[in-house]
């Protein structure tokens, strides 16, 4: 298939901007002269390739500023004075590193002398833009991208002519370039990234049910009597009564490990296992475990990386002790959910910060709380906080003796006796934890002004809430389809009480705790399983578990989790985020999750249709919101 020439690329690019994006299209200039490119020709030593010519006779790149036509991350098309300014700035800047001409492998420098810089880069970043090769041989004038952070690489595209052909066809066509799809919005042109996701991931969650816990070892044998190991030194066999040489090896003295100081939190009046239930415990992993043992299972695929924790009791007070994971007892809605109808009191450390907080029926005490911050001791630590301690190299000392002074005051002030070491041995009941849900932004707060370039201000201004509403629950529906966490029954049985709610256009009066002009049009929220432990909130937990396990075998490479999976999972914990936010939010600051988290790049069509603006479907890659 013949290319067409660059004029003509040109042509058809001006034809669509005029029509869709005139702000963008008023950005580019107008032709340069032939005498100004030879100057810059002369200036930097390149011939520049009969491409580029071709094009800066077109346009001599574009101006700067809101509206500027961008050829997607690439950025926008660089004027003549541009190329000169910062191809001349990266031959410096290579020049500084010693790596300007580099090896026989062209990309094998930082910058090479014949390259041309013909795009701005990402946000002006003109180290992260296009160039184009000026060296003689079958290669000139191919297209490569100058990246910021990494070696320079060549593009698909083998000459400029290549590049604007393809990016015409995309503004046409309304497909992706560059992996990105262009839109037409208030007159601008913007880039949408169009994602998909793997429909049915890997779950780590079910990886690790069918991982066995680990047992704890069984006590050592001798290999003689199949008896339990004497503690006292082998006597060796009498070989004669004449003199021997005996070697002993000496070992330098073991440091003494540094104390346990785990975090823990303590509910009067509650049992360990009505505590166990408010943390969000997973009902089939309750067991008895001793410390070294909750550790081994946490650590292990079995855990998949969900918090770990053991209960006792001490006093009038249940306790929990985090033994893995993600820190739980610093946040506030889980000691809102332990405290509920109670007292709670956590004793959290993090580094040099030790943390006691009280917490009375979800009311945080402010005056009892202490708060000590430790400074750094000049020794060396290890890699992470288990191996100092097992070393016994202690990075904070002022916050390991405030943690013991803090667990003194607890015995002072609460009645509360506990020290880390005596319970480490005892089988306490234990289980792996399924955290319960962050909280949501405070409703008073209010939506961002802007979301993926739509002015969210404005379409809150002139939207009667109500379509507003109706249109939310549309791109909603979207959302959950493009996603598929439709398929989860939770899922779909509220989604069809939002469009029952919708159709039935209830008033203030099925809503709760939010204002009449601000809420989402839903009854009570235990009615959509968004009760803590209600179906939809352990769904909506479960998915962010999934997420959460799924980024460490991704990180280390371990499988069989991928990165396709881990965007999945991203996707779906998003979106169900956005249910909960329609649900619990006012409907502007729900639009913005909602909004945010679309995949398609056509949702910017799909949302001028759901609030009937406009009438028919525009066409695509034209939507004018």
Not at 104 to 124: K, M, N, P, S, V
Not at 366 to 375: F, I, K, N, T, Y
Not at 434 to 455: I, K, S, T
Request: include cysteine.
């Amino acid at each position: 298939m013949s290319i067409p020439a660059v004029e003509e690329s040109w042509a058809r690019i001006d034809a669509w901007l005029a029509r869709h994006a005139p702000v963008s299209r008023a950005r580019l200039r107008p032709p340069v002269a032939g005498e100004e490119i030879r100057a810059a020709e002369r200036e930097l030593g390149v011939m520049f390739p009969p491409d580029l010519v071709a094009s800066l006779h077109c346009h001599d790149g574009a101006e700067l500023g809101e509206g500027a036509p961008e050829l997607a991350y690439y950025g926008p098309p660089g004027r003549v004075a541009d190329i000169v300014r910062h191809t001349a700035t990266l031959r410096d800047i290579g020049t500084d590193l010693g790596d300007v001409d580099g090896d026989e492998d062209e990309l094998g420098a930082y910058w090479r002398q014949e390259w041309l810089l013909i795009t701005l880069g990402a946000d002006g970043q003109a180290c992260d833009g296009l160039f184009l090769t000026g060296r003689p041989g079958p290669g000139h004038g191919r297209v490569g991208h100058s990246r910021t952070e990494d070696a320079p690489v060549f593009t698909p595209w083998p000459s400029l002519r290549h590049l604007l052909a393809d990016f015409a066809d995309a503004l046409e066509e309304g497909r992706p370039f560059a992996g990105r799809v262009p839109v037409g919005v208030d007159g601008v042109l913007r880039w949408e990234d169009d994602r998909s996701v793997v429909p049915d991931p890997v779950s780590p969650l079910a990886v690790a049910a069918r991982a066995a816990e680990p047992e704890p070892p069984a006590p050592r044998e001798t290999a003689a009597s199949g008896g339990p190991a004497s503690s006292e030194p082998a006597v060796p066999e009498n070989r004669g009564t004449g003199p021997r040489l005996v070697f002993v090896r000496v070992a330098p003295p073991r440091p003494q490990p540094l104390p346990d100081q785990p975090d823990v939190v303590f509910a009067e009046g509650l049992t360990p296992a009505e505590l166990l239930g408010r943390l969000g415990a997973v009902p089939a992993t309750v067991r008895p475990r001793s410390r070294p043992q909750a550790e081994r299972a946490a650590a292990s695929p079995w855990a998949a990386h969900r918090p770990m924790v053991r209960v006792g009791t001490t006093g009038g007070w249940a306790y929990a002790v985090q033994e893995e994971g993600a820190a739980q007892f610093g946040r506030p809605q889980v000691l809102r959910a332990v405290s509920e109808g109670t007292r709670a009191v956590a004793l959290t450390r993090q580094g040099p910060e030790v943390c006691r907080t009280v917490v009375v029926d979800g009311i945080p005490d402010e005056g009892a709380a202490r708060l000590v911050m430790s400074p750094r001791a000049n020794v060396a630590s290890g890699p992470d906080r288990k191996l100092a301690r097992r070393l016994g190299v202690d990075p904070w000392p002022g916050s390991t003796a405030a943690y013991t002074r803090l667990l003194a005051e607890l015995d002072e002030e609460f009645g509360i006796r506990y020290r880390p070491q005596e319970d480490a041995a005892t089988g306490l009941t234990s289980a792996l934890l399924l955290p319960l849900l962050d909280d949501l932004p405070d409703p008073a707060c209010g939506p961002a002004a802007e979301v993926r370039g739509l002015d969210l201000a404005a379409l809150v201004d002139r939207t009667p809430l109500q379509r507003l509403r109706r249109a939310c629950a549309a791109q909603l529906r979207r959302l959950a389809a493009e996603t598929g966490i439709d398929a989860y029954p939770e899922i779909a049985d509220a989604l069809a009480r939002i469009g029952r709610a919708e159709h039935a256009g209830l008033g203030a009066a099925e809503h709760i705790d939010l204002d009449a002009e601000e809420n989402n049009g839903l009854d009570a929220v235990e009615s959509i399983g968004l009760g803590v432990g209600g179906p939809l909130d352990l769904r909506i937990r479960t998915l962010a578990a999934e997420t959460w396990a799924a980024r460490r075998p991704v990180r280390d490479e371990a499988g069989p989790v991928g990165p396709e999976d881990l965007s999945a999972w991203i996707a779906r914990e998003g979106a169900a985020q956005a249910l909960r936010a329609f649900v619990l939010l006012p409907v502007p600051q729900a639009a913005e999750r909602i909004l945010h988290q679309r995949l398609s790049a056509r949702w910017r069509d799909e949302l001028a249709a759901d609030l009937g603006e406009g009438g028919s479907q525009p066409a695509a890659g034209s939507v004018n919101s």
